[in-house]
């Protein structure tokens, strides 16, 4: 008698907690679709289902871009763009429709700019477009990099590779300052270090726009103090910046400072692609200038780093 | 010299094919013997062949071969012999291939055959992670690098080359078709009919094949009076390795690449399987090429699409 009262008892509490958990999963699901929904727009699947068109109905992407994986990566880089450094962007209707050339600054020790001029593109801009970086060419010997690279749409750097994907009508992503730009130290912060004449050479060839973009809070998102060069010779890297704020545990991630990138208007050039390195670097200077008035104008337009 | 002799039609000189036995000499043999006089050279015997066709069950270097081109009534020679075999040592893979083709070409000049087709193969370029994802004709040939059997591949397709420019009165034509699928017993067929495909964990690379009949249809073109010069030979659109798998219905294991690099090598010694470990680069970087020139030039278009190919791998389980 005694253990059957316990039993029903059980049964009892068992009875009412079932819609309990029914109730706060309800509860936890409607959570997380509004956060989603706030984190990654109303019309995420649509921009999901637009780039599948493009890729998966041309009969795939020859470099291996998965829009599966590319979808998830999307997610996480949401937050990011959305929520940790609440981007603003702007002039992203400057970006033409066909094949096109983004020349940004490169900055924040991480390139982090990188993921986020690229969720821009995703998220802000009209039909969404994916943006395709050069990844260094070591990359490609990493296990899960190399196969994670060519499934968002990275690409091993080389101009080939390049040429082709202009030739396709992607969008290609180049940070002609190379290494020496990310890993500024902060009193250098927001000046153009000298451009490579690569991406000039590679525009006149395909005859491809240039947009120059101005990528605005990711210097200050690690404060380096300088390249120990000594570390840096050890460890076989080009730089070993140091960033106080490494050491200090649980803040290794960025300072949430706000992102702001500015498109500008397209850049047209002619000529020969094949031509002297002096002539090309008047055409580069020009395309360095107007990067660097932009960073200007944005930084004068700008109240505070974080908000 | 030798321009006028090559009208299409009523020319009832022979096309010499060498490895003839292989699978793919086989499948050449069979689209061209009704509309073509074939002659066929192998070390192997070929006991199903058509009526219509001269077999020749001799060694390459040997004099006999020479006697088959003597007559000057050979049109063409079609070389498939490339022996590629892991197993052989070293010398004997050189002599075979290496210098019974520098043999062949001496005979083709000397009896003024008018072309001459080298089979070759898009491994000449070799896996690199460096490579561009499409490799034109004048990418360097690197595959000999960590290969010593890919090493023979590149010599015979460079003694090709250099015929192709020092001899102007022979076409000489070089195919460099990419992964080719099918009955064919080559190292990528066979691996995929692997019943659990062993991958390299975290690579995937994008991987280029090519229909056995594709490769067949582009030799035929390779045979048009006219044609001359090296030509990749791509197949359907690339697809990533494991989505390949995931077409043909495969399980797979992935692998770490050091434990699969140790495991296959020991594999190989201990003669369980004929998978060199150097390979596994083909499953872990992309080698892929470029095949407009082939598609511009040779007219040559792959008919077969990629769930073909890859299914032409199992078409012998069932017939």
Not at chain 1, 54 to 66: A, E, L, N, S, T
Not at chain 1, 247 to 255: D, R, W
Not at chain 2, 172 to 192: E, F, K, Q
Request: charged letters at 25%; aromatic letters at 8%.
């Amino acid at each position: 008698m005694e253990s059957r009262n316990a039993l029903a008892r059980l049964a009892d509490v068992a009875g009412n907690a079932v819609p309990l958990a029914e109730r706060l999963r309800a509860a936890a699901r409607r959570a997380t679709d509004e956060l989603k929904t706030r984190l990654l727009g109303r019309d995420f699947e649509q921009r999901a289902a637009i780039l599948k068109e493009r890729y998966v109905d041309m009969g795939g992407d020859p470099f291996g871009f998965d829009v599966a994986t590319a979808r998830h990566a999307a997610m996480v880089v949401a937050f990011f763009h959305r929520m940790y450094f609440r981007t603003e962007v702007f002039g992203i209707g400057n970006v033409p429709s066909g094949r096109v050339l983004l020349v940004a600054n490169h900055s924040g020790q991480v390139p982090i700019d990188a993921a986020i001029v690229g969720s821009s593109m995703f998220f802000d801009s009209n039909p969404p477009r994916v943006v395709r970086a050069m990844v260094d060419r070591w990359t490609a010997t990493l296990p899960f990099v190399s196969a994670f690279f060519n499934r968002v749409g990275q690409v091993v750097g080389v101009p080939e590779n390049a040429r082709r994907l202009l030739e396709m009508g992607e969008v290609l992503l180049a940070f002609p300052e190379g290494i020496r730009g990310v890993s500024k130290p902060f009193d250098r912060r927001y000046q153009l270090e000298p451009f490579g004449l690569g991406f000039m050479r590679l525009a006149i060839e395909t005859n491809t726009p240039i947009v120059p973009v101005a990528v605005i809070g990711a210097e200050e998102q690690y404060v380096s103090l300088g390249n120990i060069k000594w570390a840096a010779r050890l460890l076989d890297i080009p730089v070993f910046p140091l960033v106080p704020q490494m050491f200090v545990p649980g803040a290794q991630m960025p300072l949430p400072t706000r992102y702001r990138v500015h498109f500008g208007e397209p850049m047209s050039f002619q000529g020969g692609a094949d031509d002297d390195d002096t002539v090309l670097a008047e055409k580069v200077w020009l395309v360095r200038q107007t990067i660097s008035d932009m960073l200007r104008r944005g930084l004068a337009a700008r109240r505070s780093v974080f908000l | 010299m030798t321009v006028a002799v090559t009208t299409s039609g009523a020319d009832d000189r022979a096309i010499v094919i060498t490895g003839i036995c292989g699978r793919l000499g086989r499948r050449l043999t069979r689209a061209l013997h009704r509309e073509a006089r074939v002659i066929g050279l192998d070390r192997r015997a070929f006991p199903d062949r058509p009526r219509d066709i001269e077999h020749h069950e001799i060694d390459l270097r040997s004099r006999r071969a020479k006697d088959i081109f003597r007559g000057g009534g050979v049109r063409a020679l079609v070389h498939l012999g490339v022996m590629h075999n892991p197993r052989d040592s070293t010398e004997d893979h050189h002599s075979w291939n290496v210098v019974a083709f520098q043999h062949l070409l001496e005979y083709a000049e000397r009896y003024r055959v008018p072309k001459v087709v080298l089979l070759s193969s898009a491994n000449v370029y070799g896996p690199r992670p460096d490579n561009p994802q499409f490799l034109t004709e004048e990418a360097p040939l690197l595959g000999a690098g960590p290969f010593s059997e890919i090493r023979d591949l590149v010599g015979l397709d460079m003694c090709a080359q250099s015929y192709l420019w020092r001899y102007a009165a022979t076409e000489a034509v070089i195919l460099r078709p990419s992964h080719i699928l099918g009955t064919v017993r080559n190292a990528p067929s066979n691996y995929l009919r692997l019943k659990v495909v062993p991958r390299l964990l975290g690579f995937d690379p994008m991987m280029q094949v090519v229909h056995q009949d594709d490769v067949v249809a582009a030799l035929r073109l390779a045979l048009t009076p006219g044609i001359r010069g090296i030509f990749n030979v791509g197949g359907p659109p690339p697809v990533s390795l494991s989505r390949a798998l995931q077409m043909l219905g495969r399980s797979a294991v992935s692998v770490p690449h050091g434990v699969a690099r140790a495991a296959v090598d020991r594999l190989f010694k201990w003669r369980v399987t004929d998978f060199p470990a150097p390979e596994l680069d083909f499953i872990r970087y992309v080698c892929m090429v470029d095949d407009a020139l082939a598609r511009s030039v040779l007219g040559y278009r792959p008919k077969h699409d990629l769930l073909e190919t890859l299914r032409a791998v199992d078409e012998e389980r069932w017939v």
